[in-house]
């Protein structure tokens, strides 16, 4: 619930998707008041927490000192379980939060694909993605359909776990697309009828219309 008392935020990244359109749409999903710098870089390395982005500041209502937290999946939680897109249910929390490590498993399969020289290094590497990306969707598609195809991977409303599904497909699909063409060619046709509804959940929720409307409709793209 926001209050008078509730914080605002800044959140530093780069303009891009990457690892902090989730964070905007934690935001943004929660109603809270918050802006988005684009440090110049690296100029403004030495001046982060830990040299990366993205950062969020929490911007004090009582005189304390500004909260700074760094680390997009350490951010995400945070905000999270602050505006109740976790459950206060460690065991159910956790079933939402392994989404999310599991994605950073095929990020770096991903990674290394893209590494490979050798012709053998690039078919091992290839065989690996393939592997863990095709595990990864059977996973989270056999979620929603345990909970009912509701559009949701777990419970009847939006989640920590859907944001970040919607945010991880969104950057496959459109955001890594300008920095490795073909990326959105692999993607799409692995994508379910289970994520592409799930997808049109997120993006039917008014709340987060602004986000969407940004950084552009998923679901126009997807079903291409």
């Given at each position: 619930m926001v209050t008078t008392s509730t914080p605002s935020y800044i959140l530093r990244y780069f303009n891009l998707l990457g690892l902090a359109e989730s964070i905007r749409l934690l935001l943004t999903?929660?109603?809270?008041?918050?802006?988005?710098?684009?440090?110049e870089w690296p100029q403004e390395k030495p001046n982060q927490p830990f040299g990366r982005l993205p950062v969020?500041?929490?911007k004090s209502t009582d005189g304390s000192p500004d909260f700074v937290i760094c680390e997009s999946g350490n951010i995400e939680r945070y905000l999270a379980r602050t505006y109740g897109?976790?459950?206060a249910d460690l065991k159910k929390a956790a079933l939402q939060e392994?989404?999310?490590d599991q994605m950073a498993d095929v990020l770096a399969a991903f990674v290394v694909?893209?590494?490979a020289i050798s012709d053998e290094d690039k078919k091992a590497a290839q065989k690996s993605l393939d592997e863990i990306f095709d595990k990864f969707i059977a996973v989270q598609s056999k979620n929603i359909q345990n909970n009912g195809n509701t559009g949701?991977?777990?419970?009847d409303s939006l989640s920590y776990a859907d944001i970040v599904l919607y945010a991880f497909i969104k950057n496959m699909v459109i955001g890594f697309e300008k920095f490795k063409p073909g990326v959105s060619d692999y993607?799409?046709?692995?994508?379910?009828?289970?994520?592409i509804k799930l997808i049109s959940t997120v993006e039917a929720d008014p709340k987060l219309a602004k986000v969407v409307l940004?950084?552009?409709?998923?679901?126009e793209v997807i079903t291409v």
């Open positions: 999903a929660a109603n809270v008041e918050w802006t988005e710098e684009h440090p969020l500041i929490e897109f976790l459950p392994q989404v999310r694909s893209g590494r949701h991977l777990f419970g993607v799409k046709p692995k994508v379910t009828p289970e994520i940004k950084s552009g409709n998923l679901s």
